[in-house]
C-alpha cells in the first residue's frame, strides 16, 4: 500500500506565507506526476499546481504559490504566499505511482491538510 502524508497547514493572515508538503510512503517503484488539489465546504475539488519535469498552475494562484518536488524523498511542496482568505481550503496532495508489485500507475491521495486565511 502506498501513504501520502500532508502537513504544514494552518491559520494565517491575509497575505501570509505557509509552506505545505507532501510525502509518499509505501511499496513505491516510481512516481510520475504529483500534484495538490483544494476543497473548499460546499464546492468542488479543484486543481492548484501539478508538476513532473515541468510545472503547471490554476490560474488563482500563478505567481503566488510554487510546487516542487524531491524526488530522492518522494515528497512535493507547495510554497504559498501572497494568501487571500479565497485560499482558505483542505488542501490534498496526490500522486501517479507504480508500486513494486505493479504493472500500472495508479492515483493515491494524502488526508489534507487545512489552510485558513483570515481577513
Known amino acids: 500500500q502506498v501513504q501520502l502524508v500532508e502537513s504544514g497547514g494552518g491559520l494565517v493572515q491575509a497575505g501570509g506565507s505557509l509552506r505545505l508538503s507532501c510525502t509518499a510512503s509505501?511499496?513505491?517503484?516510481?512516481?510520475?506526476?504529483m500534484g495538490w488539489y483544494r476543497q473548499a465546504p460546499g464546492k468542488q475539488r479543484e486543481l492548484v499546481a501539478t508538476i513532473t519535469g515541468s510545472t503547471n498552475y490554476a490560474d488563482s494562484v500563478k505567481g503566488r504559490f510554487t510546487i516542487s518536488r524531491d524526488n530522492a524523498k518522494n515528497t512535493v511542496y507547495l510554497q504559498m504566499n501572497g494568501l487571500k482568505p479565497e485560499d482558505t481550503a483542505l488542501y490534498y496532495c496526490?500522486?501517479?505511482?507504480?508500486?513494486?508489485?505493479?504493472?500500472?500507475?495508479?492515483?493515491?491521495w494524502g488526508q489534507g491538510t487545512q489552510v485558513t486565511v483570515s481577513s
Open positions: 496526490n500522486a501517479e505511482v507504480i508500486t513494486t508489485t505493479g504493472w500500472r500507475s495508479r492515483i493515491y
Open positions: 509505501g511499496s513505491i517503484s516510481s512516481i510520475s506526476v
